[in-house]
């Protein structure tokens, strides 16, 4: 059972074979040079030479330190004697600070104040997994206050000892042991503690490129407490970890400390001028009290410079005195508010000037170089982008957060084509489009693919906005998205942003689509339809002002229209119209060529009656007619004949009353 317990003890670094320990290891300084131990004596102890003819630095009876031991038995793998420094042999009282260390004469240069009890040993402390300390006061029979101090490092930078925390704990568990918060440790003390440090004392400004050979780089503090600040232990550091160390220097209430790489301001600190640099300061524990906003790149002749808020890159280089910055005019970001999938979103920057230079990184991988851009994102999600823009001398950069999502797709329907309409197809060819969802929608960003056939297709973007209310319908023209239509067969397709088809038609016609004559949806479906137009039209003799007649044009549903002349009788326009009564305006120049039955001819339409420059259409018998009801007259040979036959008449009874009297 005791054997266990052993086992156990020593893998927690708690096992010692000796019983009571005479001394307690209480500090490591295991990355500096030079290295050393701190031991703490728990009784007096008398110290004796190996060799009694030793007159001086002589080696200690049975004295020994052990820089490494064994996990699996507590033996010692690499043991180191120890020596007394001079001819006088140290008398250890309890509670005496004793340091053994391979160079007495450099840690006494770097520890002036040290008034403990110094020894030698030429031991090589550790730094990897086999990391372990102990000490033997009977010629190595018996290690005593076994410590594996591998677990313990934490190594936040070199020159910080590993230190015990109380020193009225034995044990050496983890939990005991701290990395110093001084630099160098504290041999011959307690083991340090955390010091508040003023976090006012701040980076102000640096100088990184230079413009010419005689300058020389700087950065500056400023003391923004109310008392002067002795910066023992604190430290400038860049983003590589090299140094600039601050003992023995002091920074004023409220006034600059310069730090140049000169004699009487050194700093030994290279800046990047070329790749991504940031300052740090720091004060004793290692902690970070302030640092520079990370630049890229620094511009040559400009100081980088703190406003209280932020940094700015500024020609006006003012070391030791308040910074002076540029008067920066911000640009405006502008963003699509909605954003989506496979559809391109606007990005624009206001306010700068044209030769201002400008990068967008939207977050996936991508750039634009334009002040206004169009970016299309792949796939849904929130991305994070910025945009970097020069005002003045510096360059800003702006954060932003864009999620994308998916486009929604919106009701919306073709229902009227109209390919071949009176007059120019390139100026008149409309389609017109039916918004049948809940909100208002702006087609801004969609396209009109037109084509003869699936294969021959080529897309239009609707390239301004086109607004349709709900449940509203509207024409768009050429104007707005530049399609052409086909005169005999097409297939038109209205698609979404992203490319997809919100509705499609194909329309064919072997002989040709007529002049005026549309394709239009309905309940059942599509149907062409021909309307009647009105706007003006001129008749017969283009040379009387009263052959030109002002009338509106109407479609007939399920009637025949019939134009009546003399003894011509015609039916017009046959039509089928989901609307009886629709009304629509064309404009018809010169003549008006109108089917019958599936044939053409011309009807001169001459002295058509009309009431206020509106033609008088009249209905008989479910027939239209253009012309006014005529009184039937009698033939004139008829009339010429009754009127020489009554003359006759007349002349001859004239004649034989004369002949009688």
């Not at 209480?26 to 990355?31: A, D």
């Amino acid at each position: 059972m005791a054997l266990l317990f052993a086992v156990f003890f020593v893998f927690n670094g708690a096992f010692s074979k000796g019983g009571s320990e005479e001394f307690l290891i209480t500090e490591i300084m295991y990355n500096d040079s030079p290295e050393w131990i701190e031991l703490v004596a728990q009784e007096e102890i008398g110290l004796t030479k190996k060799s009694l003819s030793c007159i001086a630095d002589c080696q200690l009876k049975d004295f020994y330190i052990c820089a490494k031991i064994s996990k699996t038995d507590s033996s010692c793998v690499n043991s180191y004697p120890v020596y007394a420094i001079g001819s006088k042999m140290p008398a250890i009282e309890k509670n005496d600070f004793l340091i053994i260390t391979k160079d007495p004469q450099s840690f006494v240069e770097a520890y002036e104040y040290f008034d403990g009890i110094l020894l030698k040993s030429n031991f090589n402390l550790l730094e990897n997994e086999s990391a372990s300390l102990a000490y033997s006061l009977d010629n190595k029979k018996t290690w005593k206050g076994i410590l594996y101090y591998s677990d313990f490092f934490d190594k936040k930078e070199d020159s910080r000892s590993l230190e015990r925390i109380d020193f009225d704990k034995s044990d050496n568990s983890k939990s005991n042991w701290q990395e110093s918060y001084l630099k160098k440790g504290t041999p011959g003390e307690k083991s340090s503690i955390k010091l508040k440090y003023d976090q006012k004392i701040y980076i102000n400004e640096i100088y990184p490129h230079l413009k010419s050979k005689d300058e020389k780089e700087f950065i500056e503090l400023f003391n923004a407490t109310s008392e002067d600040e002795i910066l023992n232990g604190w430290y400038i550091e860049d983003k590589v970890g090299k140094k600039c160390v601050l003992d023995k220097r002091t920074i004023n209430s409220n006034e600059y400390l310069v730090l140049k790489n000169d004699p009487e301001n050194y700093c030994d600190i290279a800046l990047n001028d070329t790749s991504e640099e940031t300052v740090y300061l720091k004060d004793p524990n290692g902690d970070t009290v302030d640092q520079t906003y990370p630049y890229k790149s620094a511009k040559e002749g400009l100081s980088y410079s703190f406003d209280g808020k932020s940094w700015h890159w500024t020609i006006f280089l003012t070391p030791g005195e308040e910074n002076i910055l540029e008067n920066i005019i911000k640009g405006k970001i502008l963003i699509d508010e909605d954003v989506y999938e496979n559809v391109y979103a606007n990005f624009s920057i206001k306010g700068l000037s044209k030769k201002a230079k400008v990068t967008w990184d939207f977050g996936d991988g991508h750039k634009s170089y334009k002040q206004e851009t169009k970016h299309k994102y792949k796939d849904k999600g929130k991305y994070d982008g910025s945009v970097k823009y020069q005002a003045g001398s510096e360059d800003v950069i702006e954060n932003f957060v864009v999620t994308v999502e998916e486009f929604p797709r919106r009701k919306v329907r073709l229902i009227t084509i109209n390919a071949n309409p009176n007059g120019s197809d390139t100026k008149n060819e409309t389609i017109t489009i039916e918004n049948k969802s809940k909100k208002k929608i702006n087609l801004l960003g969609w396209s009109i693919a037109t084509g003869s056939s699936s294969k021959k297709l080529v897309n239009h973007p609707i390239r301004e906005d086109f607004e349709i209310g709900k449940n509203k319908t509207k024409e768009i023209t050429r104007e707005i998205s530049s399609f052409s239509l086909n005169n005999k067969k097409g297939k038109i397709e209205l698609r979404y942003p992203d490319g997809e088809v919100a509705s499609k038609v194909k329309y064919k016609k072997e002989d040709g689509i007529k002049e005026g004559e549309i394709y239009e949806r309905n309940k059942d479906g599509w149907e062409w339809i021909r309307k009647i137009t009105n706007d003006k039209l001129k008749i017969a003799n283009k040379d009387s002002p009263d052959n030109e007649i002002e009338s509106k044009s109407s479609v007939i549903g399920n009637q025949s229209v019939v134009a009546e002349m003399g003894n011509k009788s015609s039916v017009i326009v046959n039509q089928t119209s989901e609307n009886n009564n629709q009304e629509l305006e064309r404009e018809a120049e010169k003549e008006l060529d109108i089917e019958i039955l599936k044939n053409h001819f011309e009807i001169e339409m001459l002295d058509l009656p009309n009431v206020l420059g509106e033609i008088v259409i009249r209905e008989e018998n479910g027939q239209y007619y253009f012309t006014p009801i005529v009184s039937e007259q009698e033939h004139y040979v008829v009339t010429f004949a009754r009127e020489i036959s009554s003359d006759l008449n007349a002349n001859m009874n004239i004649l034989l009353n004369g002949l009688m009297d």
